[in-house]
Antibody
């Protein structure tokens, strides 16, 4: 069974960075891309970026281009999302999701990681 | 960027009712449209892909239709476990930049 398991909740101060992990299991890790999506309180889902685990190719939303870095460790079947220069507006649930199919649907999703930015 | 607009933002219906949620894209997206269900405190779950295809395990009371700019998610025979927020997502942009609708919260009367 395909699973994505994310790291635990984080509390960070403004200006700091956070690194969230997403461990994949139950499928061939390098065969499917992984996306990151965040959800601020009461807000819609917001796409942040993507990585191809086979070759490390990445693509980021323009909104986060300057602050987000997505990497992977193929030996650990884990993808990482690093967000820098945190501000209070970055307080949100962060999800990883596997992308599938010709029309790029996300399935499954990780359980989510709450990142709280507070002084 | 392609904008996705859902309506209504929320709805309340009785058990057994049929309900429909619409999603409109700011430009044509063919059938590059997926639907997700999110229950409180849970991650989103894939409900419909490629506008009208049902993943294995999703109850047949859920259906999707549309192409181009206008799409509909229908629940035929609302059940208590369908209380959730539903999101549409487009995956058409080139390069692929994914955007979601604002969500529709479904409640039981």
């Amino acid at each position: 069974q395909v699973h994505l398991v994310q790291s635990g909740a984080e509390v960070k101060k403004p200006g700091a960075s956070v690194k969230v992990s997403c461990k994949a299991s139950g499928y061939i890790f390098t065969n499917f891309g992984i996306h990151w999506v965040r959800q601020a309180p009461g807000q819609r889902l917001e796409w942040m970026g993507w990585i191809n685990p086979a070759n490390g190719e990445t693509r980021y939303s323009q909104k986060f281009q300057d602050r987000v870095t997505i990497t992977r460790d193929t030996s650990a079947t884990t993808v990482y999302m690093d967000l820098s220069s945190l501000r209070s507006e970055d307080t949100a649930l962060y999800y990883c999701a596997r992308v599938v199919g010709l029309h790029d649907w996300f399935d499954p999703w990780g359980q989510g990681t709450l990142v709280t930015v507070s002084s | 960027d392609i904008q996705m607009t859902q309506s209504p933002s929320s709805l309340s219906a009785s058990i057994g009712d049929s309900v429909s949620i619409t999603c409109r894209a700011s430009q044509g997206i063919s059938i590059y449209l997926n639907w997700y269900q999110q229950k409180p405190g849970k991650a989103p779950k894939l409900l419909i892909y490629a506008a009208s295809s049902l993943p294995s395990g999703v109850p047949s009371r859920f259906s999707g239709s549309g192409s181009g700019t206008d799409f509909t998610l229908t629940i035929s025979g609302l059940q208590p476990e369908d209380c959730a927020t539903y999101y549409c997502q487009q995956s058409y942009s080139t390069p692929r930049m994914y955007t979601f609708g604002q969500g529709t919260k479904v409640e039981i009367k």
